[in-house]
């Protein structure tokens, strides 16, 4: 039997779209992928975030993203970003660490009404939960 894969996802914020992705890959490969997060900025909660995504039934009160430099990339068999700003971030990441590039949007940074907050983090939300199936799919594959 293989080595179990682990996925890090990096973004710019740690409590939007890492936390989203995180929280959809635990939910969906359980104990069978490794996952954590890490951001290069802002690690605050988001009050949107944990309500879009209880509304989808994943809890991601208890998930927070570690600092990008504390964290061993060598030890993860997927890195994924989320955003365009860590792409950067990622410039020494160890040969045979597979690298997908997502570019997702940041809901943080939409302001408006509530209900306009809330219906952008569930757009990012169910991008989010697509992208995690379609890479879990070929994660799980082998």
Same mark, same amino acid.
């Given at each position: 039997?293989?080595?179990?894969?682990?996925?890090?996802?990096?973004?710019?914020?740690?409590?939007?779209?890492?936390?989203?992705?995180?929280?959809?890959?635990?939910?969906?490969?359980?104990?069978?992928?490794?996952?954590?997060?890490?951001?290069?900025?802002d690690q605050s909660a988001n009050p949107f975030c944990?309500?879009?995504?209880?509304?989808?039934?994943?809890?991601?009160?208890?998930?927070?993203?570690?600092?990008?430099?504390?964290?061993?990339?060598?030890? %993860?068999?997927? /890195?994924?970003?989320?955003? $365009?700003?860590?792409?950067? =971030? &990622?410039?020494?990441?160890?040969?045979?660490?597979?690298?997908?590039?997502?570019?997702?949007?940041?809901?943080?940074?939409?302001?408006?009404?509530?209900?306009?907050?809330?219906?952008? %983090?569930?757009? /990012?939300?169910?991008?989010? $939960?697509?992208?995690?199936? =379609? &890479?879990?799919?070929?994660?799980?594959?082998?």
């Amino acid at each position: 039997m293989g080595k179990k894969a682990r996925i890090l996802f990096v973004c710019t914020d740690g409590l939007a779209r890492c936390q989203m992705a995180e929280g959809f890959t635990r939910y969906y490969a359980g104990a069978n992928v490794g996952v954590d997060s890490a951001a290069s900025g802002d690690q605050s909660a988001n009050p949107f975030c944990q309500w879009a995504m209880n509304e989808a039934g994943v809890d991601v009160s208890h998930l927070a993203a570690s600092p990008l430099e504390s964290l061993d990339l060598s030890s %993860f068999s997927h /890195v994924v970003t989320l955003s $365009e700003e860590t792409e950067g =971030d &990622l410039a020494s990441v160890p040969g045979g660490v597979q690298v997908e590039h997502w570019r997702l949007p940041d809901p943080t940074r939409v302001r408006g009404n509530p209900q306009d907050l809330i219906q952008t %983090f569930r757009a /990012v939300r169910n991008a989010t $939960e697509k992208k995690v199936k =379609d &890479l879990l799919t070929r994660v799980l594959r082998g």
